[in-house]
């Protein structure tokens, strides 16, 4: 007959095992990391392959190996791992997406843009499925369409117009007067940000010059910005300013030295300081691993009734990131909180520091 104290070093083992083999698995799959940060992809594969050895269904390490094994051009074992990521999640958007640009690269537009549609029925406010989606469209020379999809896929990230004015893809629908609207909009936001010269408007915009005058020219007629005669180093140039009406509707970007912006919002400082007072509580529920409050304090710098919109206008990418933390932090659960623990704080702690500089600046500036 077997004690009850006997059974203790069985289960220290079997606990034991069991941290070691988490240990190693987190432990290979940054080192796989790693290697496909130094281009080394064919050494990742290798790594991401033995970490699925130890746990197969690791959605996670899957969606990194196919990446690797795309960008090798291995686009069958692409396939064959966002499938098998597909079979343990068919709402994944991700493996979707990345599907999409499988099938892409093979010139299979049709089953591209099935692919980016699945993408963006899983999420629908996936901005980059929605882009893919329209240079599909695009592609498939299915016009309206594609203009519809990349008016959404702005409407999710602006970023995205910037993109698209030199996005060999959208050669089939730039003639389109709806194509020709997304350039004004570029061209219109890079004068709010305070580019006033052509140069400048080209050198942002990244778009030819002849698009970016003809741009100006039809805002000029439609009454939304100005042209005027500016002195600089002893000769005039033409310099471009938003209407007083529009200007005062978006806001304008003051650009001084360095390129440093001022945002003429008589609310900016008091949006920067409860952001910072947000950010403390944010912390607080990440470090205390508090799944729960961390989702409804994410909200604090992604809904537009709270600090949303400056999030956007302040720290784009941020914003961005955070959407996604809350989308994955809701789908994986607090071992996702864990594993991206410190990259949160890191976050946060960044955008504190430049809140804290931009903070000086403004209070310097009105004491000037």
């Known amino acids: 007959m077997k004690k009850p104290f006997q059974k203790k070093p069985k289960e220290i083992k079997e606990e034991t095992s069991l941290t070691d083999a988490d240990y190693n698995r987190n432990k290979l799959f940054k080192k796989g990391i790693n290697l496909m940060a130094d281009e080394k992809l064919e050494d990742a594969t290798e790594v991401f392959e033995q970490v699925l050895r ?41 493996a979707w997406n990345l599907k999409s640009l499988v099938h892409y690269e093979q010139k299979q537009y049709a089953k591209a843009l099935d692919s980016a549609e699945k993408s963006i029925e899983s999420e629908p406010t996936y901005g980059m499925a929605h ?100 002195t600089e180093l002893f000769s005039k140039v033409d310099y471009y300013d938003l209407v007083p009406e529009m200007a005062k509707k978006v806001g304008v970007d003051k650009r001084g030295l360095l390129g440093i912006t001022h945002k003429k919002l008589p609310v900016l400082v008091k949006n920067l300081k409860e952001i910072s007072q947000s950010i403390q509580t944010i912390k607080s529920s990440i470090e205390d691993e508090d799944m729960e409050k961390t989702i409804e304090n994410f909200d604090l710098f992604i809904d537009p009734k709270k600090h949303g919109q400056q999030m956007i206008e302040q720290f784009f990418e941020e914003h961005r990131e955070i959407r996604l933390w809350k989308i994955r932090l809701k789908d994986r659960g607090i071992d996702y909180l864990k594993d991206h623990k410190k990259k949160m704080l890191d976050t946060f702690d960044n955008i504190e520091a430049t809140i804290t500089q931009k903070l000086r600046y403004e209070v310097a500036r009105t004491k000037s």
């Open 54 to 94: 130890i746990d197969p269904d690791n959605v996670d390490v899957l969606l990194k190996l196919g990446y690797a094994e795309f960008h090798l051009d291995d686009y069958a074992s692409a396939l064959r791992v966002y499938d098998k990521i597909l079979e343990i999640d068919v709402t994944n958007s991700e």
């Open 131 to 230: 882009y893919n989606k329209a240079c599909f469209l695009s592609l498939l020379y299915q016009i309206p369409e594609s203009l519809e999809a990349l008016k959404r896929a702005i409407e999710i990230d602006v970023k995205n117009a910037r993109k698209a004015v030199k996005d060999r893809d959208f050669i089939n629908v730039r003639i389109e007067e709806g194509f020709k609207r997304i350039i004004e909009v570029v061209v219109l936001e890079s004068i709010r940000q305070g580019y006033h010269t052509i140069g400048a408007i080209v050198w942002t915009t990244f778009l030819d010059k002849a698009d970016a005058l003809d741009a100006l020219a039809k805002l000029i007629e439609k009454g939304l910005i100005l042209k005027h005669k500016k």
